[in-house]
DNA sequence: GATGAATGAGACTTCATTCAT
DNA sequence: GATGAATGAAGTCTCATTCAT
């Protein structure tokens, strides 16, 4: 509500930016560490964010944004086939170059509010895409909308399996999805 | 190469047994804790398998090596397409029934000779059921011979993260693994 | 000694107020806790109150004072040793339902002149009705003044030690206090 | 059951001893303390005693097995009155010469089974003897079996609130005792 | 004066591994 | 070979107090 002093803002960007940089390289996210690295007192870091998830879904929330961003552009194409494929391929390319966002997608609850709230969004997203699809007869009528999530978790995750190296990631993962969406389509 | 002691051969028993409990709880491996229910001490366990990994990968040996004789089978079936994806059903269903598989197939480095020699094995078997059912004309030709873990990974873990209880894995498991299919299909 | 200023008082009144509840409660006094539950910063608590003893003995303060009243009635009462005898009554039924009274009571050292002052009259009246009691040969020769409060902190620790609620403390307090009482008689 | 191996128990000893010389001097017990001070790892003294707790029954153990002896004495005393009141005395002096016995006396929930026993016994004991001298009529009927502790830990309180030093307890803590008998007696 | 963010020492606890018995 | 006690680094988290705003 009432927005944070100058520089309790500063503290704040500075934990969240080392954990952003943690999370990218794939180091496990432990307060401690996240306060040493910011060069702040270990209670302050827990002052702003009291668990691991907490900062670990601060740090998803604007890449979960930008999805949901996305997601109500894919509302208002008019190719109901072209949206839902789009929707699940941004999904997947986001999990794989953000571990932040697989372990949060992955995750059945959430800590913030604001992150139940995206999740909400995109899961309400995925289903109105696929309810169209279903309806032009473009999916196969037996994918539930819970099975979205999943699936696309799963995608990454062959992905994280398959590649040695991040910078590969990117055109497996795009391989890994058109199959999968071979798979889809009726 | 030396047999066993006898009673050697008795604690890793024990340790193995036990072990392969605890996986099954789902209870991540310790070693201290599999030498406390197994009634030995930690250094016999350490004796045996100085890693937690050697366990695990013990631990799902026997698993690997039905699977391996499944796909023996599965490479006398004529018909190409059957036996591709049999085999594959089958790798999703131990993953998804059998935590130390789902870890055992998802890591790059082993441990134990004997785990590399049946990952090769089963590796091989895709391999040729994989080629058999692209000259045949049954799978795209774009599938590469290094996606059929991942991807066997993904769906195992896409199930992993859709269902609430272990019992429910096993329905979701196959409907995964028929979209899969119908996506790897020409 | 210059009276404070109405909002400082306001603030003063407020911190008193929740740090009343809290020692009802059982909570133990923290400053921190205190100025949320105040809806102040812990600044402006720890300006009014520097240390935990402080604003305990603040809590105190009111009690201590009716208690010196009730001193002072039994000062004008003829009979001495239903004097000496209602005021120790008093005194530990206090103790027994105040836990800020029962750790002022027992701690040797103030940080408060006030509670000095108070705990000084308390003694003073409590010396005068054991002199007048003994005189009167309602009292054993050999209680010294110096046990008095002793005596009443160990009769209200007894009370704590056996009752399980805090809503049976008051007929147990009575019943060690008159057997203290009976002990006391000459 | 198993007697520990003799390392084991010469750390055991270790533990036990920093901890009653802890205990002696008034400083509340710390596991990492003790362990530093015994020249130890915190792991070892965890071994041990699990808890902070059990490692102060530990140390009051002897104590209350020595009261326990006493006790046993007191039971074969013909005189009713002097068994009863020579045990009460015995109570209360060792509280007051041992913190630790003092802690555990006042606790309702022990952590390991000895010391419920002992406190059970010593409960009997106490029981038996406040029978007879009811029966001899040496005591008011209306002090109850579950009074003995309360007012017991009552007085050692008294005792502690009243002494500046250790060295002056016993005799403060025999004449509140012998207070407190005079009260209760017929 | 009031605020409350920041601090960081310090308490607690776990667990993988070693090594004396 | 077997045992299991010992280790102690490393992680978690709390809270009394200070001080910049």
Redesign the interface.
């Known amino acids: 509500m009432t927005p944070l002093r100058k520089d309790a803002a500063r503290n704040w960007d500075r934990i969240v930016t080392v954990a952003r940089e943690l999370v990218d390289e794939g180091t496990p996210l432990q307060l401690n560490d996240v306060a040493r690295r910011a060069g702040l007192g270990v209670g302050t870091v827990y002052r702003h964010f009291p668990t691991t998830e907490a900062l670990l879904e601060t740090v998803a929330t604007p890449c979960l944004e930008a999805l949901a961003d996305h997601g109500d552009q894919a509302l208002k194409d008019d190719d109901a086939w072209r949206a839902f494929s789009s929707f699940l391929t941004r999904l997947v390319e986001a999990q794989v170059s953000d571990p932040s966002l697989a372990k949060v997608s992955?995750t059945a609850e959430d800590v913030l509010p604001r992150t139940t709230e995206l999740k909400q969004q995109l899961m309400a997203t995925g289903t109105e895409l696929l309810t169209r699809a279903r309806t032009a007869g473009a999916v196969?009528p037996?994918?539930a909308d819970?099975?979205l999530?999943?699936?696309m978790?799963?995608?990454?995750?062959?992905?994280y399996?398959?590649s040695?190296s991040p910078a590969d990631r990117l055109p497996t993962a795009r391989?890994?999805v058109d199959?999968?969406?071979?798979?889809?389509s009726a």
């Not at 199959?179 to 889809?184: C, H, I, M, N, V």
Request: glycine residues 12%; hydrophobic residues 40%; contains cysteine.
């Open positions: 992955a196969r037996d994918l819970g099975d999530i999943p699936l978790c799963g995608v990454a995750y062959a992905t399996v398959h040695d391989r890994y199959t999968l969406l071979r798979g889809l």
